[in-house]
């Protein structure tokens, strides 16, 4: 199977600073990756959606200016949590995707191992 | 938006048990997939549905389609200790490029 890579896959830090979540795609080229955050027992939600080259469409209540995605590659995007509070404490879960989404591809559509964050 | 009900929330069962999840929508949809996630991990894929009525099986696992698109359920035979996990399903709407996930069934084994 396909298999994606997230670093760090722990990270703490201190209230105020920036995170930068790597996700890689080691053996196939993502056009389409999407972000997720998950709290403590809930499911997972969409932060956003990017396609290579293109500026991410982030999902209502999510704020573009302190959640910031970069998709330069098809086999790299990073997210980067800007001046983090407690309450951006979550597991961020990237998902590469080879095709643009939808039906035919949700089979392609994989998911790194999650990058727990904790923010003091 | 479109939300996927998912239950039970929680199951606690012996091994060698059978187990059943569903997840019901008020909406129709042309995808129903389920994912299991282990801690600390990403989701992985189980089994993917693709046409109303379709009943897929993947070993021990065997899920279904409903017939009004709006439901799917998960079945898990002979549970084993590796069965621990939390169980989502998701669903994809007609044109749409994103999944909907289910809130999760946490499906834990006493050996």
């Known amino acids: 199977g396909a298999v994606v890579s997230q670093h760090p896959s722990r990270v703490i830090c201190k209230s105020g600073t920036s995170v930068k979540i790597e996700c890689r795609s080691l053996d196939f080229q993502a056009t389409t990756m999407f972000w997720y955050r998950q709290f403590p027992k809930q499911s997972l939600m969409l932060m956003a959606t990017?396609?290579?080259?293109?500026?991410?469409?982030?999902e209502q209540g999510v704020e573009k200016d302190k959640f910031l995605i970069n998709h330069a590659s098809l086999t790299l995007s990073t997210l980067t949590v800007t001046s983090a509070h407690p309450e951006d404490s979550s597991f961020y879960i990237c998902?590469?995707?080879?095709?643009?989404?939808?039906?035919?591809?949700?089979?392609?559509?994989?998911f790194g191992p999650g990058t727990r964050l904790l923010v003091l | 938006g479109q939300q996927l009900n998912q239950s039970p929330q929680s199951m606690f069962i012996q091994e060698g048990e059978d187990v059943s999840m569903n997840c019901t929508s008020s909406s129709i949809f042309n995808t129903w997939l389920w994912y299991k996630q282990d801690p600390g991990e990403g989701p992985v894929l189980l089994i993917a549905?693709?046409?109303?009525?379709e009943l897929t099986s993947n070993g021990r696992l065997t899920a279904q389609f409903g017939i009004t698109r709006k439901d799917s359920f998960l079945n898990i035979s002979a549970s084993i200790p590796s069965d621990v996990g939390i169980y989502f399903c998701a669903g994809l709407i007609q044109g749409a490029q994103k999944l909907v996930f289910g809130q999760g069934t946490r499906l834990t084994i006493n050996p």
């Open positions: 998902s590469p995707s080879v095709g643009s989404g939808g039906l035919s591809e949700v089979e392609t559509q994989y």
């Open positions: 990017s396609n290579e080259g293109s500026k991410a469409t982030y």
């Open positions: 549905l693709y046409k109303a009525g």
